[in-house]
């Protein structure tokens, strides 16, 4: 027997460890199907190879306004919705425009007491132009978390999303003005002073650009960031974060071939089969044969637990914790 890359392979197997073909094994397709399928789950939650360290980076999204005309709308402008019915707040929504293509206006965070709606009526800021929203798609910054895909099974650390020393509008950035002073009165000497000072510029940098605190369930697929979306970010900023996701068992065949998830995946299926037949029990079969579908139940469910056990106890301790 050679090593096993597919579940028609692991299903083939789980069969063959039970006795097929010499024993009938009372199971259906599904059942192994389903076996199959718990097994690699468990893999993935449980057992230390079930999972990987790697890196989610994602660029931030805008929402996106699909109006019926967007010639006089231009990047770096303010689309708004206002309503001068209200004299105390006339403008009730706006939005720095970041990008036009088309019909398409993509926003930064929207500000005001509403969101834009369909069929409004939005102007320029700084024209007198109008046209009607059509559609619209919410993007990451007006939404407050970042979609992550259904195999990351948790998040460890956020990096910092923009450094100061890149930051774009560094002019009017008040830690970008800290540095710009400390480098002036620090870069006076040699390279042993330049190292010191970008290894004291690196410290000042962690210390007021500290890693961001974010909340993150799997079972949602979203990881929301704690910053100030309004100011923090913009339409096409980078987030990094520091995930763990499971391994996917149809990229990386060799995960059929684990020795844990082929004899878990077995005892599961052996804890079916003596379910489907414990009903039977003491019944006599021709020969004087009798079913004792209990005793195969009871015996896969005691493989079961030592197998949960030994994937639990067995696997290195991870640094994150998941909701």
Not at 43 to 61: A, C, M, N, P, Q
Not at 245 to 257: C, S
Not at 295 to 303: L, N, P, Q, R
Request: glycine content about 8%; overall charge negative; some cysteine.
């Amino acid at each position: 027997m050679g090593a096993i890359h597919s579940r028609q392979e692991l299903a083939d197997f789980m069969l063959r460890r039970l006795g097929a073909p010499v024993i009938n094994i009372e199971v259906d397709v599904e059942h192994i199907e389903d076996s199959i399928t718990l097994a690699i789950q468990q893999y993935h939650e449980t057992h230390f190879d079930g999972i990987t360290r790697d890196y989610l980076v994602h660029k931030l999204s805008g929402t996106v306004l699909t109006v019926t005309d967007a010639t006089g709308f231009t990047a770096g402008g303010t689309v708004e919705f206002s309503d001068y019915s209200n004299l105390n707040f006339p403008i009730l929504t706006r939005a720095k425009i970041a990008d036009v293509q088309g019909n398409q206006i993509t926003i930064n965070r929207q500000i005001g007491h509403d969101k834009f709606q369909l069929n409004q009526t939005v102007t320029n800021s700084n024209t007198p132009y109008s046209a009607t929203i059509t559609d619209i798609v919410l993007g990451d910054i007006d939404n407050g978390w970042i979609a992550c895909g259904d195999n990351i099974v948790g998040v460890t650390k956020i990096l910092n999303i923009t450094s100061v020393l890149g930051s774009s509008d560094y002019m009017f950035n008040l830690q970008y003005q800290i540095m710009r002073t400390e480098l002036e009165a620090l870069t006076k000497a040699g390279a042993s002073m330049y190292w010191q000072t970008m290894n004291y510029l690196g410290h000042l940098d962690f210390i007021m650009k500290k890693e961001k605190n974010y909340t993150f369930n799997r079972r949602m697929n979203r990881l929301y960031l704690e910053i100030n979306w309004q100011s923090d970010v913009k339409v096409g900023d980078i987030v990094a974060a520091e995930v763990y996701k499971a391994i996917d068992e149809e990229e990386f065949k060799e995960v059929y071939d684990d020795i844990w998830l082929k004899k878990y995946a077995t005892a599961l299926l052996k804890k079916q089969w003596g379910s489907n037949i414990k009903k039977y029990s003491g019944m006599q079969l021709p020969g004087g044969l009798t079913y004792n579908g209990q005793t195969i139940y009871d015996e896969a469910v005691k493989e079961c637990d030592d197998l949960e056990t030994e994937a639990i106890y067995s696997s290195s301790p991870l640094d994150f914790m998941c909701g």
